[in-house]
């Protein structure tokens, strides 16, 4: 079955610290692979996406993801934190059928906290 | 561009009520997908809709009900309310036709709350 795993619940680092969030995906063919960002009472915001190609990927507000096949993971990473990166990370896989129904399946998700 | 929009912000209905949702797609969409983000989960895929026909269904009950316009436009129906639809809702579009998977946008989500 199809699902993705985000093994840490919290996680608190402080501010200027590296920040590596880790994602385990489950999925029979090649995986498109997205993190997202929820601030509280927000929607989602797309920070990067894994389709095909290079499999280090840059994003937005200084994210990067390395897509691992070997490992099935798709970690978050980002080499210096800022307050305003406090909130909840999603990690998704894309399901479906080209050109027709798709969704995404997302991880339970991780709650970043940022000290100052 | 406009994005994904819905309404309301924020919703309360008792047990047993209907409820409904409602969603604009982002200019240039055709697809409208929509998710049930229960308090410290992972958003769930509940159904998508194209060209006005359910187009694929994840594990929610038939009280869960939509529509799609002929603009892109959507609704999502919830029939005798429990405890449990306490949540967020979430509405993505994506434009179906392209390779690969449809990217899909999300709008920022209509709390419901059920008491």
Redesign the interface.
């Given at each position: 079955a199809q699902s993705?795993t985000q093994p840490d619940i919290h996680i608190t680092v402080s501010e200027g610290a590296s920040l590596e969030l880790r994602c385990n995906y489950s999925y029979g063919a090649t995986p498109?692979l997205f993190w997202?960002v929820q601030s509280p009472?927000?929607?989602?915001?797309?920070l990067l996406?894994y389709?095909s190609g290079d499999t280090l990927v840059q994003g937005i507000k200084g994210f990067e993801a390395e897509f691992k096949r070997s490992q099935s993971s798709f970690n978050l990473r980002k080499p210096s934190v800022h307050w305003s990166d406090a909130a909840e990370y999603?990690c998704?896989v894309?399901a479906?059928v080209?050109?027709?129904?798709?969704?995404?399946?997302?991880?339970?998700?991780t709650r970043l906290a940022v000290h100052p | 561009e406009t994005g994904?929009t819905q309404s309301p912000t924020h919703l309360i209905k008792t047990r047993g009520q209907q409820v409904t949702l409602r969603c604009s797609s982002q200019s240039g969409h055709n697809t409208v997908?929509w998710?049930q983000q229960a308090l410290?989960?992972?958003?769930?895929?509940i159904f998508?809709y194209?060209r006005e026909e359910e187009?694929?269904r994840?594990n929610f009950p038939p009280r869960f009900s939509g529509l799609q316009f002929p603009n892109y436009s959507s609704e999502l129906n919830v029939n005798a309310l429990e405890l449990d639809d306490s949540a967020l809702y979430?509405c993505?579009s994506?434009l179906?036709?392209?390779?690969?998977?449809?990217?899909?946008?999300?709008?920022?989500?209509t709390?419901l709350t059920v008491l």
């Amino acid at each position: 079955a199809q699902s993705v795993t985000q093994p840490d619940i919290h996680i608190t680092v402080s501010e200027g610290a590296s920040l590596e969030l880790r994602c385990n995906y489950s999925y029979g063919a090649t995986p498109y692979l997205f993190w997202y960002v929820q601030s509280p009472g927000q929607g989602l915001q797309l920070l990067l996406k894994y389709f095909s190609g290079d499999t280090l990927v840059q994003g937005i507000k200084g994210f990067e993801a390395e897509f691992k096949r070997s490992q099935s993971s798709f970690n978050l990473r980002k080499p210096s934190v800022h307050w305003s990166d406090a909130a909840e990370y999603f990690c998704a896989v894309g399901a479906g059928v080209s050109g027709g129904y798709n969704k995404l399946i997302f991880g339970a998700g991780t709650r970043l906290a940022v000290h100052p | 561009e406009t994005g994904v929009t819905q309404s309301p912000t924020h919703l309360i209905k008792t047990r047993g009520q209907q409820v409904t949702l409602r969603c604009s797609s982002q200019s240039g969409h055709n697809t409208v997908s929509w998710y049930q983000q229960a308090l410290g989960q992972g958003p769930q895929f509940i159904f998508q809709y194209y060209r006005e026909e359910e187009n694929g269904r994840g594990n929610f009950p038939p009280r869960f009900s939509g529509l799609q316009f002929p603009n892109y436009s959507s609704e999502l129906n919830v029939n005798a309310l429990e405890l449990d639809d306490s949540a967020l809702y979430l509405c993505a579009s994506s434009l179906v036709g392209g390779i690969g998977f449809n990217e899909q946008f999300f709008g920022p989500g209509t709390r419901l709350t059920v008491l």
